[in-house]
């Protein structure tokens, strides 16, 4: 039995689906200043003195980009506004009213200033080794915000810091970039902030939205980067730009609000009782392994765009919101995309290489691939809230599984959803890595140490029996079919989240 996927169940009812990239984030370091030894080996070969470094050397390039962003201010009519308290301000407030009066043809917005966290290098000479080296440090200096609308990125941002190694951070929103590209193309669209609410032509818009040109990112930021820092262009450096964080959203756009109030109340609530950590791995695309030591869970919050559920794992986090009241919005986040693997070329030490399976890289040339893991992990969830978004229990599905199959004369019974020892080992097969990789007799047989192997091979071909389970061809390894998966799911549901609480609540009134 195949699934039927939210937006086939709900086609009437929507405008369409949008898989695209959200808010990237893109950290610039310049190489080989972004750490102390090539500081200090930078400063040797152009015969810098270390305890130089301060007066000589960082200093005289503060007072270079202080003056360069006090002339791009005053070129453009600017006044630069210093932020006192930039936790509790909020930047995009104001620079969205003063969009609603400026408008937003390409160019130069506004300007912030603060004093915010960097990383800076001190002199610092080893008695014991007699060695003269500068060491890292955290502290303080003035970043510059320069706001600014290019002509593809759309909305961006740019923070500069005065203090060396000028650690770069871009902002730009995919939304606003394929905007851009739908205009281009004379697409029509409705955007409300970074969400659309309808679009002329979705599978055009997809295919724009799965096509961002790195090579001209790239030129972009380089540009940017000159002309905002000038100063490492003058030392005869350039960056290196990598991600620092990318959202990606999948958006079923519904035509009015009341078709996705429908169902979404109920889904949320069945999705906070219903998601484990080993479901949260599995949407990722991982394995959960008992001696996990990341943070791991739900969160739940009402916020003004919408009411959210948010699972995270480590430094990858997977949401569901109702934006607006009316585009259901799933949304994989990461701070650190080396949490996925890619299949690739490495460079070993000895000067060898190998293609293998390998965490994937840092480099914005990693975009591309990254949307192909993000985009699988939002599929995964989405099939997921598929198989619970509506309150019918699936008698049907229901009575198939329990009732006795017979095949080559044999008769094989149901499964009884009451007995603690079928719903458990329901649970057991859900587990994140028997669904990734499907399982044997031999693996469930460490989790089921009360049974041997001619048991767990009857178990076996009792699920095959019910068409809950399929084996893969010339291995003895299984996975759970598309009905199998369905029917568990409902099945542990309906035990859990209805009978037991029904008899609990009668229980106690009793």
């Keep these: 039995m195949t699934i039927r996927l939210l937006y086939e169940k709900y086609s009437a009812d929507m405008h369409g689906v949008l898989d695209c990239y959200d808010r990237i984030i893109i950290s610039g370091n310049v190489h080989p200043l972004c750490y102390a030894k090539g500081m200090t080996k930078y400063l040797y070969i152009n015969n810098i003195r270390i305890f130089d470094y301060t007066a000589g050397f960082a200093e005289p390039l503060r007072g270079a980009i202080r003056a360069n962003a006090e002339t791009i201010a005053k070129e453009n009519g600017l006044e630069i506004e210093f932020i006192r308290k930039s936790r509790s301000f909020r930047k995009a407030d104001l620079i969205r009213e003063i969009l609603e009066t400026r408008g937003h043809h390409p160019g130069l917005v506004h300007i912030f200033s603060a004093m915010e966290r960097c990383t800076a290098y001190y002199p610092w000479h080893d008695k014991r080794t007699h060695k003269t080296f500068v060491k890292s440090r955290q502290g303080k200096c003035l970043h510059y915000y320069f706001y600014f609308i290019d002509e593809d990125l759309g909305l961006c941002y740019f923070r500069v810091p005065t203090w060396c190694p000028f650690r770069l951070q871009c902002y730009f929103n995919g939304h606003n970039w394929l905007a851009n590209q739908l205009k281009q193309r004379g697409v029509a669209f409705q955007q409300r902030d970074n969400a659309?609410?309808?679009?002329?032509?979705?599978?055009?818009?997809?295919?724009l939205a799965a096509e961002l040109d790195i090579e001209k990112l790239h030129a972009k930021l380089d540009h940017y980067a000159r002309q905002y820092c000038p100063v490492v262009a003058d030392l005869g450096l350039q960056y290196s730009w990598s991600i620092m964080q990318a959202e990606y959203a999948t958006d079923l756009v519904?035509?009015?609000?009341?078709?996705l109030q429908a169902f979404y109340p109920y889904l949320l609530e069945t999705l906070i009782q219903a998601v484990k950590p080993?479901?949260?791995a599995t949407f990722l695309g991982r394995k959960m392994h008992g001696n996990y030591q990341g943070e791991m869970g739900n969160r739940f919050n009402v916020r003004w765009?919408?009411?959210?559920?948010?699972?995270?794992?480590?430094s990858v986090s997977i949401k569901m919101y109702d934006k607006f009241n009316i585009v259901l919005r799933i949304e994989t986040t990461?701070?650190?995309?080396?949490f996925f693997k890619q299949y690739r070329q490495v460079h070993h030490r000895d000067g060898t290489m190998t293609t293998k399976w390998a965490p994937m890289k840092k480099t914005i040339y990693s975009l591309p691939a990254l949307q192909e893991v993000l985009l699988a992990a939002?599929?995964?969830?989405?099939?997921?809230?598929?198989?619970?978004e509506t309150p019918e229990v699936g008698a049907q599905q229901l009575y198939q599984l329990a009732e006795t199959r017979t095949e080559n004369d044999r008769r094989y019974k149901g499964f009884n959803l009451l007995l603690e020892e079928d719903s458990s080992f329901f649970r057991l097969?859900?587990?994140?890595?028997?669904?990734i990789s499907g399982f044997t007799n031999k693996g469930l047989r460490q989790h089921l140490p009360h049974k041997n192997s001619g048991q767990i091979s009857r178990l076996l071909k009792r699920l095959r029996a019910h068409g809950l389970i399929k084996k893969v061809g010339r291995r003895y390894k299984y996975y759970l079919t598309e009905f199998g998966r369905h029917v568990v799911l409902m099945a542990l549901k309906f035990?859990?989240?209805v009978i037991i609480p029904e008899l609990a609540y009668g229980q106690a009134q009793a």
Excluded: C, P, W
């Design 196 to 207: 659309f609410l309808e679009i002329a032509d979705f599978d055009v818009a997809n295919q």
């Design 495 to 497: 035990r859990e989240l």
């Design 378 to 388: 939002n599929r995964r969830y989405l099939k997921f809230i598929s198989d619970v």
């Design 334 to 338: 990461t701070t650190d995309v080396s």
């Design 278 to 280: 080993a479901d949260i």
């Design 254 to 259: 519904f035509k009015d609000q009341q078709a």
């Design 429 to 435: 097969l859900m587990r994140g890595e028997f669904f």
């Design 305 to 314: 765009l919408g009411t959210r559920i948010k699972h995270q794992m480590g």
